[in-house]
């Protein structure tokens, strides 16, 4: 069942035929409490069955992927089949009374329409039906009612006004985008991803503005449309070229990554054969400089990016030291995370699933666990390789974007230590005595609206 959205009544009503397929992880569903799928779609086509407890889709659902993006969970697949949108005929023309003046051919945005003379007519129009976008542009500037159209589209327009997208009340849910009949009309932004009008190709059918469940897509001046059409469009000119350079930064920063890897490598084993208490560093300009000249193809001065690889790369690592464990548990008691397991009277062993948070080696008695941090960092005009040892609880400041967070808990559940509660009024609250700070939170937020600075 395909549809089209009726602005005042929420009434879903046949446009084209479209196939959602959909699977909903119910056992996911279970943990989530806000439900956030719920608000999030247009039509009201999600909706939480009382009988049985779980959520579901009614046959109304046109496929946006709102409430898929929605879910904390990625509980929710969708499989969108949607036949193409419905076109106009190419405009049909009538030889007899056309009488080649030419006002069609000026008026075609497309360069679809040309005269032509094969000698058994008299000169008439011609359109390209591979190029022709069914704008209707054609016919109403022909003054001899010589172009048929509009089986599908309003014969009348009004006058000197054009179809736009209020981008700040737009949902992204590409309705517009699925029902347009005039190719190039509606595109969709680079830097947004937002859908836009292109005022010269819109032929101002109102397919889009009746399909659109948010009310976005309203009238405006040809004026204000064209100004916003070349607004968005310059933007996507230049995300495009940021693109390219990105790309080419990228290709660039993956050499630089593997070169920062062989380095640490190298110093790291060094390090390995000295004895350090807290801190050991070494100097790697010369180092760094050589091996970025063989893989990069050119000369660099190591001042030129020392900001750019400051704690570029970090390797934690923790280690027990057999000789000094008693296996007294100390350190088991402690772990928020259960990543210590206990073998007495044989030494502790530490499992992957460590989060390194330093508070084994904090509540040790007998410096049985070793933990160290090797990393790069800049000093002045220099890059250095360090060794930091670990010796208690890592510190760091943790910072929540208001304007990113949505309350949607997942961090709160996730949380080892539950240093993360949800309020009454939906707000993050953070508890700075509690946290131990590794970064699980950050990592798992879908929206980044965490992140953990001046890590230590």
């Keep these: 069942m395909s549809v089209m959205i009726d602005s005042f009544t929420k009434t879903p009503r046949p446009l084209r035929h479209v196939d959602v397929d959909f699977v909903i992880d119910q056992t996911k569903c279970a943990d989530c409490k806000d439900k956030p799928c719920l608000e999030s779609c247009p039509i009201d086509a999600v909706y939480h069955d009382e009988s049985d407890g779980l959520i579901k889709l009614k046959s109304t659902c046109f496929g946006c992927v709102l409430c898929r993006n929605a879910c904390p969970y990625d509980a929710i697949s969708l499989d969108v089949k949607m036949d193409p949108p419905l076109k106009e005929n190419v405009p049909n023309i009538n030889t007899k009374l056309c009488k080649a003046c030419g006002a069609c051919v000026q008026a075609c945005k497309n360069g679809s329409i040309h005269i ?55 949902i992204g849910c590409m309705t517009c985008t699925r029902v347009c009949p005039s190719m190039g009309a509606i595109n969709v932004g680079r830097t947004n991803k937002l859908p836009y009008i292109n005022p010269g ?30 607004e968005i469009k310059s933007y996507d000119i230049v995300s495009s070229i940021i693109d390219y350079d990105v790309k080419r ?16 490598n190298a110093i790291a084993l060094e390090f ?53 464990c008693i296996a007294c548990g100390e350190c088991y008691n402690v772990c928020p995370v259960n990543a210590i397991e206990q073998n007495g009277p044989n030494p502790i062993t530490i499992n992957d699933n460590c989060i390194y948070c330093g508070k084994c080696v904090e509540a040790c008695q ?67 005595e509690k946290c131990i700070y590794c970064r699980n939170c950050e990592a798992i937020c879908p929206l980044d609206a965490i992140r953990i600075v001046n890590f230590r």
């Design 116 to 170: 032509v003379a094969d000698g058994t007519h008299e000169p008439h129009s011609q359109i390209d039906k591979d190029t022709c976008v069914r704008c209707g542009y054609c016919f109403r500037v022909c003054p001899t009612d010589a172009i048929k159209y509009g089986e599908l589209l309003p014969k009348t327009v009004k006058g000197g006004k054009a179809v736009v997208i209020n981008q700040p009340k737009c």
């Design 201 to 230: 190709y819109c032929a101002r059918c109102e397919e889009c503005m009746h399909s659109c469940p948010s009310g976005a897509i309203r009238y405006s001046s040809r004026k204000k449309a064209y100004k916003m059409y070349s």
């Design 249 to 264: 930064l990228s290709l660039d920063l993956i050499s630089l990554n593997k070169v920062l890897q062989k380095v640490g």
């Design 272 to 324: 390995n054969d000295q004895n350090f208490e807290h801190f050991i560093e070494c100097k790697v300009n010369d180092m760094m400089e050589r091996e970025l000249k063989i893989s990069l193809n050119t000369s660099i001065e190591i001042d030129k990016f020392t900001k750019l690889v400051g704690s570029y790369l970090m390797d934690r690592n923790i280690e027990v030291y057999d000789k000094k």
């Design 366 to 432: 007998f410096d049985a666990i070793g933990a160290y941090d090797d990393y790069f960092y800049s000093k002045d005009q220099d890059l250095y390789y360090a060794r930091s040892f670990l010796y208690k609880q890592r510190l760091g400041d943790f910072t929540l974007s208001d304007d990113k967070c949505q309350a949607c808990a997942i961090c709160v559940k996730n949380c080892p230590v539950d240093a993360l509660t949800l309020t009454d009024d939906e707000k993050i609250e953070f508890d700075s």
